[in-house]
T-cell receptor, first 114, second 115 residues
């Protein structure tokens, strides 16, 4: 079975500071993808960052970067220079190459304090 | 690019009626679309996978006769909640895959309230 675990239901960060959201996963597939999506109060799901499992280099997108530890099955998200607009629920996702389905984590609600 | 729309964004209906929700990929063709359900402050629950030109694949526990899915074209999938009841009230979200990409792009969601 494929699972995604986000052990932090809520996190908070001061504006301009850095925060790391944790995620672990389990899969028996050798070819898979990992994603972080954010869901702000508007409830529109937005892709934040994507990582192919076969790539060793950690993905980065501007202020967002991941720490992908394949052996440990860990995929954390680092947000640098946090902004008020980063406040949202963040979902870690495991994408199956076989089925195309996304396995969702429980989500982490991030609060950004001014 | 990769924009997905949903219509309607909000619907209120009486118990026993059927409600249709549309999911459209606006600037790309989507052979596969997905339908999710989300309860307040919870994660998304995959309901079914919709493939263009074939029958949808439903997740375990999802009633296929209750939630009818049609994917008649490469840009449109519809979810019909038949004989809706108050327990069907929820936030329904669709997503679409771009070609063979593993990335899914999500619609803005539809809030359904059944009275």
């Amino acid at each position: 079975a494929q699972t995604v675990t986000q052990s932090q239901p809520e996190m908070s960060v001061q504006e301009a500071e850095t925060v790391t959201l944790s995620c672990t996963y389990d899969t028996s597939e050798s070819d898979y993808y990992l994603f972080w999506y954010k869901q702000p109060p508007s409830r529109q799901m937005i892709l934040v960052i994507r990582q192919e499992a076969y790539k060793q280099q950690n993905a980065t997108e501007n202020r967002f970067s991941v720490n992908f530890q394949k052996a440990a099955k860990s995929f954390s998200l680092k947000i640098s220079d946090s902004q008020l607009g980063d406040a949202a629920m963040y979902f870690c996702n495991l994408g199956s190459s076989n089925t195309g389905k996304l396995i969702f984590g429980q989500g982490t609600t991030l609060q950004v304090k001014p | 690019g990769a924009v997905v729309s949903q219509h309607p964004s909000w619907v209120i209906c009486k118990s026993g009626t059927s409600v249709k929700i549309e999911c459209r990929s606006l600037d790309f063709q989507a052979t596969t679309m997905f339908w999710y359900r989300q309860f307040p402050k919870q994660s998304l629950m995959l309901m079914a996978t919709s493939n263009e030109g074939s029958k949808a694949t439903y997740e375990q526990g999802v009633e296929k006769d209750k939630f009818l899915i049609n994917h008649a074209s490469l840009t449109l999938s519809t979810l019909t909640v038949t004989s809706a009841h108050p327990e069907d009230s929820s936030f329904y979200i669709c997503s679409a895959r771009v070609g063979s990409s593993e990335t899914q792009y999500f619609g803005p969601g539809t809030r359904l309230l059944v009275l």
